[in-house]
C-alpha cells in the first residue's frame, strides 16, 4: 500500500512515513542523477557516424543544400543524400526520403532549381538530374555513358556546362584468329601505351580523355566542346555566356610534365580554344568576377620543388594583365572566391587547421573562419569546404578533434552558427577523447606542432602507453580534426601523439622544403624529440612505446626501426620501402623522379638507396607488422612484401596484413578501418605487456 495512503489513515505514523518517503524521493533523484558511465568509442560505432559535405548556399542567402554522408553496415559502403537547412538552422530536411548516391548539389542562379548527379536507378551510372524547388518535381537531364564532374550553370541559367571522360581507340598489335563456336578462351590480351595507364582507386584506365559538355538545362543532347588526347577540368562560364573557361595541360608530351596546365575560353558557339595563360606551372581554378572583367585563378611558377604552393592571380577576361594579388600570404591556398569586385574569399590550411580568410587586392589576409574539417573520418588530416553569397555570408563544414563535420554559417556581420549536429544522438553516450595542442623544438631548434590524445577517464598520476601515428603525404598536415582511428587508439588505452614534423603543409613553403630531395631525414629528428616531449609530461610510460604511419607515415615508421629500438612494435601501413621499385610501379611515376629526387634512379641509385627504408634493414629488431591493399596502385604493396621478406629472412618478428580489394585508402569502407586499427592493436597487444593488456587496458583506463 503506498505511503502516502498510511499517512492518512494514522497520524501517528506520518513522521516516520514522511521520512521513508523522502528517502525514497532522494534515492530517486540520485539514481537519475548517477547516469551510467559513457562507455569508450568503440568500432562499429563507426558504422554510425555522420558527417556534412559539399556545403552550397543559395544566391538569395536562405538556405543550404549539402550532401549528408552516412555510413551503411549491410553494404559496408559510404551512402549520401542532398539535404536543405536555412540559414537560421530551423528547417532542416533531406531532398529525398533514403540516402543513397546523391551528390554535387548546385544552384540555379536565381535559386529555383538544384541541379544534382545520382544514379539514375536502372542500372545505369550516375546522371544529371535538376530539381524544381517550388513543386519539388525531377527530371533527369542526360543520358550519358560515363559519370558527370563539374557541373556549372549558365548565367542565365540555360545550360549547364561539366566534364566527362570520353573514351578513346587503345592500341593493337595483332588481330586474335576467330575463335570456334563455344570455345572457352583466355581472356583477351590488354595492350598499354599510355603513360598513365593504372590509377589508384580506379584501376587500369581505359583510353581516353575528359572533355568538357554543355546541355541545355530543360533536357537535350549534351554537346563535347573539346577534344584531342588532353584532360579538361572544371567549367566557368564568362557573364556574357559564350564561353566556358577550362583548365588543362594540352602541350605535347603531356604525361611526362606532371603538374603542368593553362587556363583556356572555350567558344560555346563553334568550339574553338582560347589560350590564356603560357607559363611553365600549373594555372587552374577560374574564378570570373561579378562584374565580367577579371578572373581570378590559381597557379605558381614551376621551379621543381617537393612543396610549391599556389598562390592568387588575377587577370583581365581575355588573358591581359596578369598580376599576383598573395602578396607575402605564405600558405597553400585552396580556393578562391570573389566577393564583390574587389575582394576575395580563400580557403587555406595554418599550423593544422584549414581556414577562410578575406583576400584584399594588396595582398592583405583577414582571418574569418578557423575551424573548417571534419570530412576525412580516419584520420585527423585537414578538410572542409566552403561557398559564400555573393555579399560574404559563408557556408562551411565545421569540424573538431570530436566531431566529424556539420555545417556552419559565417553571416555577415561576423558571426558564426553551426547549424546541424550530425552525430550527437551517437555520441550522448560516448566517452570522446578530446585533444591537447603541444609543441617542442626539434634537435636543431626548428618548432614542431602536435597533438596529444587522451584515453577517457584519463587520470595524470597513472603511467600510459605511448602511440606515435604519423601523416601520410609527407606534404598534408594533420590537426585537431576528428579521427575514428586515433579515437579507437585512445580507447584501448593508449595516449596518441600525432604531429607536423617538417615537410607538413600549413607552416609555410620553408618548413615544407626542409625535406626537399631529403625525405626523410631530419622529420626523424622531429618525432622523436616530440617523443621526449610527451614523455616528459609525467603520465607515459618510456617502456610502452608505439609507432605506426601509412603513406609518407609509414615511410617514415620503417625508417624509424631501423634507426633506433626504442618502440616495442611498430605498425608500417602501405609504405614505401625502396625508392627504386616505387618510382618506378606507382601509378604517378612521372611526378616523383622529377620532384622527390634530382635524377631518375638509374642516374643517381645511391640517392635511392639513401632514403629507402630497406638501407637500414639491417639495424631492425623492433617487432614490426605490415598492412596494405592488395589494390595499392600508389604504394603498391609489393613495397610491403619487399620489407616483410626482409624480416623474415632477417629473423625479426613481423606479419603481413593483405586488406583484399582496397586502394591506397585502406580505411575507405567502414569495415576496413575497423580491420586496420583492430589488427594494429593486436600486434601492439602483445608487446604491450601490462597487467591488463590490449583492450582490457584500455576499458580500465576509459572506466
Known sequence: MPIAVLCRINPLVAPIAAGAALLASSTSLMAQDQAPAPRPFEALDVFELEYAADPRISPDGAEIAYVRRSMDIMTDKARSNIWLVSVDGDRHRPLFAEPGGYGSPRWSPNGDRLAYVAAAGDGRGAEIFVRFMDTGATVALTNLPESPRGLSWSPDGNHIAFTMFVPGDGPSLAKPPKKPDGAEWAAPVKVIDQTIYRRDGGGYAEPGNAHLFVIPADGGTARQLTDGPYDHNGAEWASDGRSIFVSANRNENNDLDPVESDIFAVSVADRTMTRLTDRDG???????????????????????????????????????????????????????????????????????????ARLSMDGKVTPLVKDVGGETIGRPYTSGEFTATGDGVVAYTSGRATRPADVAILRADGTARRLTRLNDDLFADIAIADVEEMTWKSTDGLEVQGWLMKPPGFDASKKYPL???????????????????????????????????????????????????????????????????????????????????????????????????????????KPVINWTSFSLTSDFYPFFSQYWFEKTPWEDPDAYWARSPLSLVGNVETPTLLISGESDYRTPISEAEQYYQALKLRGVETMLVRVPGAPHLIAGRPSNLIAKVDNILGWFARYRDDADGGEESGESAAN
Request: hydrophobic residues 40%; glycine residues 14%; charged residues 25%.
Open 282 to 356: 600549373p594555372d587552374g581554378s577560374p574564378v570570373v568576377s561579378p562584374d565580367g572583367k577579371r578572373i581570378a585563378y590559381l597557379g605558381f611558377d614551376d621551379k621543381k620543388l617537393g612543396y610549391q604552393a599556389p598562390r592568387v592571380y588575377v587577370m583581365n577576361a581575355d588573358g591581359s594583365g596578369k598580376r599576383d594579388i598573395s602578396g607575402g600570404f605564405d600558405r597553400q591556398i585552396e580556393e578562391v572566391v570573389w566577393v564583390g569586385d574587389e575582394e576575395f574569399l580563400i580557403l587555406y590550411d595554418d599550423r593544422g587547421r584549414k581556414m577562410v
Open 467 to 573: 602511440l606515435l601515428e604519423i601523416h601520410g603525404g609527407p606534404f598534408s598536415a594533420y590537426g585537431p580534426q576528428w579521427s575514428a582511428e586515433a579515437q579507437l587508439y585512445a580507447a584501448a588505452g593508449y595516449v596518441v601523439l600525432y604531429t607536423n614534423p617538417r615537410g607538413s603543409t600549413s607552416y609555410g613553403a620553408a618548413f615544407a622544403n626542409e625535406i626537399h630531395h631529403n625525405y626523410p631525414s631530419k622529420d626523424y629528428d622531429d618525432l622523436m624529440t616530440g617523443v621526449d616531449a610527451a614523455i616528459a609530461k609525467g603520465y607515459v610510460d618510456k617502456d610502452k612505446l608505439f609507432v605506426t604511419g601509412g603513406s609518407g607515415g609509414g615511410v617514415l615508421t620503417a625508417w624509424i626501426v631501423g634507426k633506433t629500438n626504442r618502440f616495442a612494435a611498430a605498425a608500417v601501413a
